[in-house]
């Protein structure tokens, strides 16, 4: 729809058009700031904690442990420069050899979710999974924060 | 021809003061929309509901998502 009414408007003399294809699905999943009647409405990225422990590919597991020791969560992020997960390392990695790298035993690709996934969705997930938390992600994969389901659970009331 | 782009351009032109224009029909519009979006249904598009808008100024449009 959008390419349509970007020629449209080309035909009616208007110079710089763009047409951000995406739309605004790739906007709200962004979890980016909305307006509207909907925009009240809470989503995971409203509700998602910035606590996890996190680290570099490249940090070795003797430094990354006491953090995610520190941690409220039983597992670390791994995430690049620019913030883009790119594993968890689960309790049995943590306690690995002391040297070696977060990316060597780091589980990639962990599962996401969206920012803008509404909370009785991601209530029903993790039920459904036997799951305690969720991990929110950009349409890119970076990071955004740790969503609890027992926060979800004070949210449902 | 009007060019394509991504969040990171549409960032760029939005902080340049970019128009921007939603051309779902107005029910949507209404629900959930990007802060400070105007909105023109695809079928109302033509001189007279673009009038508003700045021919100098870059517009960037969209809908709910690429298909």
Redesign the interface.
């Known amino acids: 729809?959008?390419?349509?009414?970007?020629?449209?408007?080309?035909a009616?003399?208007?110079?710089?058009?763009?047409?951000?294809?995406?739309?605004?699905?790739?906007?709200?999943a962004?979890g980016?700031?909305?307006?509207?009647?909907?925009?009240g409405q809470r989503r995971a990225v409203d509700v998602a904690r910035d606590d996890a422990a996190t680290c570099g590919p490249k940090e070795r597991m003797g430094e990354v442990r006491p953090r995610v020791e520190a941690s409220p969560y039983g597992f670390g992020l791994v995430v690049s420069e620019r913030g883009t997960l790119l594993g968890r390392l689960r309790k049995v990695a943590l306690d690995d050899d002391p040297s070696s790298r977060a990316e060597d035993v780091m589980e990639p690709g962990p599962s996401t979710i969206r920012a803008d996934t509404p909370l009785d969705q991601l209530h029903d997930r993790l039920d459904r999974r036997g799951l305690k938390t969720a991990v929110v992600t950009t349409p890119e994969g970076v990071l955004l924060g740790v969503v609890r389901r027992d926060d979800l659970n004070e949210t449902q009331g | 021809?009007?060019?394509?782009?991504?969040?990171p351009?549409?960032r760029r032109?939005l902080d340049a003061g970019?128009q921007l224009?939603?051309?779902?029909p107005r029910e949507e519009?209404?629900?959930?929309?990007?802060?400070?979006?105007i909105n023109?249904p695809?079928k109302r598009?033509?001189?007279e509901t673009?009038a508003d808008?700045d021919?100098?100024?870059?517009?960037?449009?969209?809908?709910?998502?690429?298909l």
């Open positions: 729809m959008s390419p349509r009414a970007a020629c449209r408007l080309e009616l003399g208007f110079k710089q058009v763009y047409d951000y294809l995406p739309g605004k699905v790739d906007w709200l962004r980016l700031p909305r307006e509207g009647e909907k925009a | 021809m009007p060019r394509s782009i991504l969040y351009e549409l032109l970019a224009v939603e051309v779902l519009y209404a629900e959930e929309r990007l802060p400070g979006a023109i695809l598009l033509d001189a673009t808008l021919k100098r100024k870059a517009v960037v449009v969209y809908c709910w998502d690429a």
